[in-house]
């Protein structure tokens, strides 16, 4: 995702850039005394954790993406390191990304297309499908990524239902949505689209209770933080027909393991952390980082602040 070159055209005459691979709070304290690092862009599985920061003299770590649950962010206030984050360069993309895998999941199209590539010719694929028409959609959190997700949703005839305490009741009626609680949400949802953030609140939020209230015809699709599911759960209730189906672009753990049995299920529609990927979301979000990066070497505030919780 992050280009190099895109990043030299913005930050060449202040910054030199040096690539380097992270995954690691070591590979990270290491690449930056190499460098003598003012400031990083870091990836999801690199830590930025406060004894990383305590070791470093850094100005800005800047994440490359929409999520920061890898980054300190209180402790990097504390060292007075500026983060930021692309909070809406792949909105749209997700969104769309949320819709093909529940679509995906409504009609199983991937399992047609196994067995026609594998010479079969199947009428049903194995399980009951539904008409879209006339069930409902439900949201575990609705911000900017959900309400478009709603948006693109809006002609195919679902009532839409969310569960956000946090979101404001002019944005619920902007969208014409129902607030429900957590436990109408699970008991009302044919399909339910989980984009809540990881948190410690959220985390293995959707569980075993969860998915035994839903119907055993509902749809999960997950393009938020793979942790806010219970994998073992999840894969629990696949196999078991607690559920129809469940499209996945996040993991609790990615790349998902060889040995994941996600894999091993047809009623499981994965794709590879990729909702973000287009043309024009990977230089948006190249464009953001270097310029904020820029601002904040030359003094000046940043487009994408990250707060931390405490202010």
């Given at each position: 995702?992050?280009?190099?070159?895109?990043?030299?055209?913005?930050?060449?005459?202040?910054?030199?850039?040096?690539?380097?691979?992270?995954g690691s709070e070591a590979a990270l304290v290491e690449a930056c005394r190499?460098?003598?690092?003012?400031?990083?862009?870091?990836?999801?599985?690199?830590?930025?954790?406060?004894?990383?920061?305590s070791k470093l003299?850094?100005?800005?770590?800047a994440r490359a993406a929409v999520g920061f649950d890898n980054i300190d962010v209180e402790s990097a206030a504390e060292h007075g390191v500026v983060v930021t984050n692309v909070p809406a360069y792949c909105t749209d993309e997700v969104a769309t990304h949320s819709v093909a895998l529940l679509l995906s999941c409504i009609r199983a199209t991937p399992t047609y297309d196994r067995a026609?590539?594998?010479?079969?010719?199947?009428?049903?694929?194995?399980?009951?499908?539904?008409?879209?028409k006339g069930r409902t959609l439900g949201f575990l959190s609705f911000g900017a990524i959900a309400q478009r997700t709603a948006e693109l949703c809006s002609g195919f005839g679902l009532e839409t239902i969310v569960y956000d305490?946090?979101?404001?009741?002019?944005?619920?009626?902007?969208?014409?949505?129902?607030?429900v609680s957590l436990d109408e949400l699970y008991a009302r949802s044919d399909y339910l689209s989980v984009n809540a953030p990881a948190t410690p609140e959220t985390r293995g939020m959707?569980?075993?209770?969860?998915?035994?209230?839903?119907?055993?015809?509902?749809?999960?699709?997950?393009?938020?933080?793979?942790?806010?599911?219970?994998?073992d759960a999840l894969v629990d209730a696949l196999r078991e027909g607690d559920i129809a189906a469940a499209g996945l672009d996040v993991f609790e753990e990615e790349p998902l393991p060889p040995d994941s049995p996600l894999r091993e299920l047809g009623n499981a529609v994965l794709s590879p952390h990729a909702a973000w990927c287009s043309?024009?979301?990977r230089a948006e979000v190249n464009e953001q980082t270097?310029?904020?990066?820029?601002?904040?070497?030359?003094?000046?505030?940043p487009t994408a602040l990250v707060e931390p919780r405490w202010n």
């Open positions: 995702m992050v280009d190099p070159e895109h990043q030299r055209r913005i930050l060449g005459d202040i910054a030199e850039i040096h690539v380097a691979e992270l190499e460098a003598d690092a003012d400031a990083v862009v870091t990836d999801i599985a690199t830590p930025v954790t406060a004894e990383a920061l003299d850094l100005s800005i770590v026609v590539r594998a010479g079969e010719w199947p009428p049903t694929p194995g399980r009951e499908l539904h008409r879209m305490p946090y979101v404001d009741d002019d944005v619920l009626d902007e969208y014409g949505v129902e607030p959707v569980d075993a209770d969860a998915f035994g209230a839903l119907d055993d015809d509902a749809i999960v699709v997950n393009t938020g933080r793979g942790a806010v599911i219970d994998e043309v024009e979301a270097a310029s904020d990066i820029k601002r904040v070497l030359t003094g000046d505030e």
